[in-house]
């Protein structure tokens, strides 16, 4: 009988206020959990070999064509031990798919490159850095996820 007056208490209306505030908190926190599955924020990895350290930068982790820049810094600090050639290739092992080996053209920084791929699907895919010394040839391989 006397619902309706009790649910105006300011005890009720505190809890729905409490209610919606965390309300508005989950939302929020949702937002920012699924915030890179439709942002084309670049990604960047680092890894490397026993003689070069290699940072990858994927410019938009989508389907389709992306911009690759390869930064190569030699360990031993020598601007002389910079490769000849740097290729990338993007392998989706899973599937067996792989894009052709793109050849990276130095940047006016030494020892960047630039180059694109063409990503058919999303999904995981390595990012396969070659590194051709001459004498000798690396590889450095970058987990990197897709999305669509
Ligand atoms: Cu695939």
Request: aromatic share 4%; with cysteine; proline share 7%.
């Amino acid at each position: 009988m006397s619902a309706p007056t009790a649910s105006r208490t300011p005890a009720v209306r505190f809890l729905y206020a409490g209610a919606a505030a965390l309300l508005a908190i989950c939302l929020a926190l949702l937002a920012v959990a699924l915030r890179p599955s439709w942002s084309d924020e670049s990604v960047s990895l680092t890894g490397g070999s026993a003689t070069d350290e290699v940072t990858l930068t994927v410019t938009r982790p989508r389907t389709g064509a992306t911009g690759v820049d390869v930064r190569v810094t030699p360990r031993g600090g020598g601007r002389d031990d910079a490769p000849a050639a740097v290729t990338v290739q993007a392998v989706m092992v899973t599937h067996g798919h792989a894009t052709p080996q793109a050849p990276a053209r130095p940047r006016g920084t030494s020892g960047t490159y630039s180059t694109s791929v063409h990503l058919m699907m999303p999904g995981r895919w390595t990012f396969r850095v070659s590194l051709d010394h001459g004498s000798r040839s690396e590889h450095v391989d970058f987990p990197v996820a897709i999305s669509g």
